[in-house]
């Protein structure tokens, strides 16, 4: 008998299985064959939110959870944040390996050369509400960008997903600061290509009337490394959401919007915005004793805490607050920050979040570095969601050239009745 494997007695026949285990997993297809008779499915695997499930193989990103550990192909997100530019990152997570000079000079002219959006596009924005939320725009115009590159569906063919991973991650700066300049009723700034990336992103969003916009250096820094630390993180729910819309053979720009949706929800990328309204709720340091009571209580979740995977201080967060503590000594403290700070300090100390291993996540100090920046509130989720743009392809690219996927498709556990008779309306108490 294997070493590499686990025995499985079934009660119910007296039968022993003998299951592989590789890279210290189990085949749940290999349960299959545990049956009582002829007639019976076979045993399948029970996992509500994919607690304990592997969906895929994955070279991109490695987390440790319990040590705190973030990798991209195998650097460590510290060095990434402390040493690359954004875009170098994304050719990293993209294409496996940190791009030479002349590669970089390349994809940087790629992205800069895939900046605009079709014209059509800001009458497609102009259709939205004067106060639409930015996430729900930019979702439906990703999703509307399907509609003006119909090669897109050809997504076996090696031309076309390079030319749509560039435009996705061109173009998503300048539908975000579309997005934003809509909800303000500000008109469109186009894209300025002799600006960085996240320079560029800057001037879509805050030039008004000055001929040439001219990004602040310590704005501009300090977004790159929110955006660095954003690009990844392996197979959460809006990823796990690309991969489900990819395994059809959707295009990338449907799965993009689908994939945007999941974040946008308040115990994914919303937690953001969640944890500055969170924040301004408590109002001030004397009020923290009594919020933590009732997230005690069940009555509130303490936003930006807890983590699926991290059952220690994220990586992300503890670069986060540490250029926190950089920044605001440059600009002042905010009272926001104050809050946090103490917020975090009381939650630690406190058994309810010991015992649960509970600790900030990347949302709770990224919200009030984005406030100090500029950035509105209702945009937080919408920052996260540009960077994430390359995670999304990176892993929809892995999963389109790994001959184990198949379409998504998971089994249920079917609890409703089993069989009746149709009844007449009429005879219908
Ligand atoms: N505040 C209070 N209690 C919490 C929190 C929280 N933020 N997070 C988890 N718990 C409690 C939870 O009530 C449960 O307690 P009990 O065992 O008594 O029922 C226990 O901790 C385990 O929580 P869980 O909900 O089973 O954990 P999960 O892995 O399903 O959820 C999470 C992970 C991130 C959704 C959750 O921690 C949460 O809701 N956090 C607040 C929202 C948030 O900050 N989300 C951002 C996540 S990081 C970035 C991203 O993914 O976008």
Redesign the pocket.
């Known amino acids: 008998m294997s070493q590499e494997s686990l025995t499985v007695t079934d009660n119910r026949t007296g039968k022993t299985y003998e299951l592989p285990i590789t890279d210290g997993t189990i085949r749940t297809m290999d349960l299959r064959q545990i049956k009582v008779d002829d007639q019976d499915f076979g045993v399948m695997g029970y996992d509500t ?1 994919f ?1 304990n499930t592997a969906a895929t193989r994955s070279k991109i990103t490695f987390i440790d959870g319990a040590k705190g550990i973030l990798r991209h192909r195998g650097y460590p997100v510290e060095q990434l944040a402390a040493n690359a530019s954004f875009l170098e990152v994304a050719y990293l997570v993209l294409f496996g390996e940190l791009p030479n000079a002349e590669q970089y000079a390349q994809w940087e002219h790629d992205i800069v050369h895939h900046t605009l959006v079709h014209e059509n596009l800001r009458t497609f924005l102009d259709g939205f509400r004067y106060d639409a939320h930015p996430m729900g725009i930019l979702i439906s115009s990703i999703a509307a960008l399907s509609t003006f590159y119909p090669e897109a569906k050809n997504v076996f063919d090696p031309e076309s997903v390079e030319l749509q991973t560039r435009r996705l991650v061109a173009k998503m700066p300048t539908m975000a600061a579309f997005a934003y300049r809509h909800s303000m009723g500000f008109p469109y700034v186009y894209p300025d290509n002799d600006l960085s990336y996240v320079g560029n992103f800057l001037n879509m969003m805050f030039k008004m009337t000055e001929l040439k916009y001219k990004p602040n250096p310590i704005v501009e820094r300090a977004l790159e490394i929110l955006w660095i630390l954003h690009i990844d ?1 392996e197979q ?3 990823t796990t959401t690309m991969r489900g819309i990819g395994s059809s053979q959707a295009d990338p720009y449907v799965a993009v919007a689908g994939a945007a949706a999941a ?1 946008s929800g ?7 915005e ?2 500055l309204r969170m924040l301004a709720h408590i109002g001030s340091v004397e009020n923290i004793p009594a919020y933590l009571k009732r ?2 209580a ?1 009555e ?9 995977v991290y059952k220690n201080y ?1 990586p992300r967060a503890r670069i986060i607050k540490d250029f926190a503590h950089q920044l605001f000594e440059v600009t002042g403290r905010t009272p926001m920050l104050n809050i946090a700070l103490e917020l975090e300090e009381r939650a630690l100390n406190e058994d ?2 010991a015992k ?1 291993k ?1 600790y900030p ?4 100090y990224s919200g009030i570095i984005y406030q100090a920046l500029g950035i509105p509130t209702n945009m937080f989720t919408v920052m ?1 969601a540009i960077p994430r743009t390359v995670g999304w392809l990176a892993q929809w690219r892995e999963l389109l050239g790994d001959p184990e996927q198949k379409i998504a498709r998971p089994r249920q556990i079917y609890d409703g009745i089993m069989l009746r008779d149709f009844v007449p309306m009429t005879e219908r108490s």
């Open positions: 939110a607690k993180h959460n729910c809006s974040l308040p115990l994914h990328g919303g937690a953001n969640r944890v997230v005690e069940g509130e979740r303490l936003m930006g805490f807890g983590h699926r994220d309810y979040f649960r509970l996540n990347v949302d709770f996260f």
